[in-house]
């Protein structure tokens, strides 16, 4: 019987160990790490892990939408299952939407039967016909946006209170954004350009986080931060892009 890719494989058990309880990012590098996958499939299962995990409302409001009994109750597995193949099918557009069903049921039979791998299908089927039906855009109610943009509803009131309608949407979109990785040199054991040099070196590529010189953007590396050349010296750390330049003197520690 063949299998589901590796990436999606990882992912799904990612997702299961998230679901009792693990953190996502100790569960995926422990993951990662045993099974040493191509740089591709480890950079399509850390998407798969951190998009469902981000979008799990929205994705669930749409298998509701495709499903002919909404309110069954799915094996846990089986939703992780559907709830990875409308991310590829809605969010993702480099994925053939092909790929995503024949990967999803293939998956749903290895781990269940048949009849659960047909359920599967005929889901995704559905959903492949109705994408703007099964995804429509919210309205400007808290209980659509929550559900949209997969934030909890209490927030998404209180910030429609304080920005209005249209800057709160922007909000709830920036804030469940991609995170880029952005390291930030430690300018007392390396220099800015000695840790660009070993990330090159190394072919991964960097581009520069202004208006900060001791910081970079890596990109689509795919590799975890503790295996990027400097880590185990302590040369950066990973930090996000809105901090002060301390390399300059200005700026006051995060309280």
């Not at 846990?76 to 099918?89: D, G, K, N, S, T």
């Not at 009849?115 to 995704?124: D, I, K, W």
């Not at 660009?196 to 190394?202: D, G, H, K, P, R």
Request: overall charge positive.
């Amino acid at each position: 019987m063949s299998r589901a890719t590796p990436a999606r494989e990882v992912a799904l058990d990612v997702l299961a160990a998230v679901r009792g309880g693990r953190f996502a990012e100790e569960a995926l590098s422990m993951r990662l790490d045993a099974i040493s996958p191509s740089p591709e499939d480890r950079a399509l299962a850390t998407e798969l892990v951190y998009g469902v995990l981000r979008w799990r409302n929205r994705l669930d409001a749409a298998i509701a939408r495709c499903s002919s009994a909404p309110g069954k109750k799915l094996h846990p597995h089986l939703r992780e299952i559907l709830r990875m193949a409308f991310y590829q099918v809605l969010m993702l557009d480099r994925i053939p939407h092909h790929a995503a069903v024949d990967q999803a049921v293939t998956q749903a039979r290895t781990r269940f039967d048949p009849r659960t791998a047909g359920f599967a299908n005929a889901v995704l089927r559905s959903a492949l016909r109705n994408r703007e039906r099964i995804d429509p855009p919210p309205g400007s109610d808290a209980a659509s946006l929550s559900q949209y943009y997969s934030h909890p509803q209490w927030l998404v009131e209180r910030w429609l209170d304080q920005f209005g309608p249209e800057s709160a949407r922007r909000v709830l979109g920036h804030n469940n954004s991609r995170s880029p990785l952005v390291l930030r040199v430690n300018t007392l054991k390396a220099s800015p350009q000695l840790v660009v040099n070993l990330l090159e070196s190394a072919g991964i590529s960097v581009k520069p986080v202004h208006p900060f010189p001791s910081a970079f953007e890596v990109v689509g590396s795919g590799r975890p931060v503790r295996s990027l050349p400097g880590y185990e010296e302590g040369f950066f750390a990973v930090q996000g892009g809105g901090f002060p330049d301390y390399s300059s003197g200005r700026g006051r520690a995060a309280r």
